[in-house]
């Protein structure tokens, strides 16, 4: 990891100890380690699970596209591409990192550029398009929980709905449309020719090739039928674990009697608002938005606080603990891909 990556990672977990600090400004420390001592681990360790399964999931979903009579990856390499991931995202606004820490893990295997390019797109294709199934879903069951409670946020949930499906739109075009991924790489070159003259041709050409590579790969893939399928049924029972975290959180806390489908649909309403917010990793908003959906479920504040601290360590600050591991993992190139 980049000393600039590693600084803005300690100013993350600033900020989340800041976060953590403000929402405990009126819980006592004694009500909230009595609420934690008496948690059920076990529960606790599902929630964990769920996420681990999550990471692992993911690799399955790279070994699909990656796999072929060409060559394999390791499930080493795989797994470590969705903890790169992981990292790049927490780290960066709009988790835009995560897509080239994630290029960078698996050119590093000996996968072309222009090739694990199409795959990452790929991937991203079916994670946007089952988180949008997953909102349509959610919505028919969180929405008039939220719009009765909270109306502004109701109106992030829909705002956060329209940007995913914008884009998804994007990303088509991009995949399908040789004149629109070169004409964009034409415009990137404009300040290249400023800075670095000598350069621009060579690199034009290279990054001409790598866009061919890309396009090709792209038609090869969305043609895979049986692999893109399995990617989108892998995909979705992903994201149903992941959606599934605070439901296991709040059994730990002995909340019973509580319907699962509107705990999982107002997770996912929560997700859909967080990728609004610029801050790396949604922070502040998705502290504030998770108790301010959650309180109902919850007889006192030092619980609350207690829920969305454990909620945020597992499903985000884990993510970039194993990141960090993983960056440092030396890798092992597979066969030629």
Known sequence: MTRKNGIVFILMLLVGVSVFWWSMRSVKPVQFFHSLASANWWWLLVAVGAMLLYFVLEAAV???????????????????VPLVEQLGNGITPFATGGQPMQLIAMAQTGIDPGRAGSILLMKFVVYQGMIVLNFLMALTIGYNYIATKLHALALLVILGFIIHMAVI???????????????????????????????????????????????????????NWPALLKAIALTFVQLFFYYLIPYFILLAMGVSHINVMLVTSLHILIVMVISLFPIPGGAGGAEVSFQMLF???????????????????????????????????????????
Request: proline share 3%; net charge positive; charged share 20%.
């Open 62 to 80: 790279i070994k699909v596209f990656v796999d072929t009579e060409h060559g394999k990856m390791s499930w080493h390499n795989a797994i470590r």
């Open 169 to 223: 739109v994007v990303l088509l075009l991009v995949m399908y449309s040789p004149r629109l991924t070169h004409t964009l790489m034409h415009w990137i070159m404009i300040p290249v020719r400023w800075l670095r003259p000598k350069k621009v041709v060579a690199w034009s050409t290279v990054l001409s090739e790598k866009v061919d590579s890309f396009h090709d790969e792209s038609r090869r893939m969305s043609h």
């Open 295 to 337: 309180n109902s479920f919850l007889p006192t504040a030092a619980e609350l606080v207690l829920v969305m601290v454990i909620w945020r360590l597992i499903t985000y600050y884990l993510g970039m603990f194993l990141g960090i591991v993983a960056f440092n993992i030396s890798v092992k190139k597979d066969n030629e891909q």
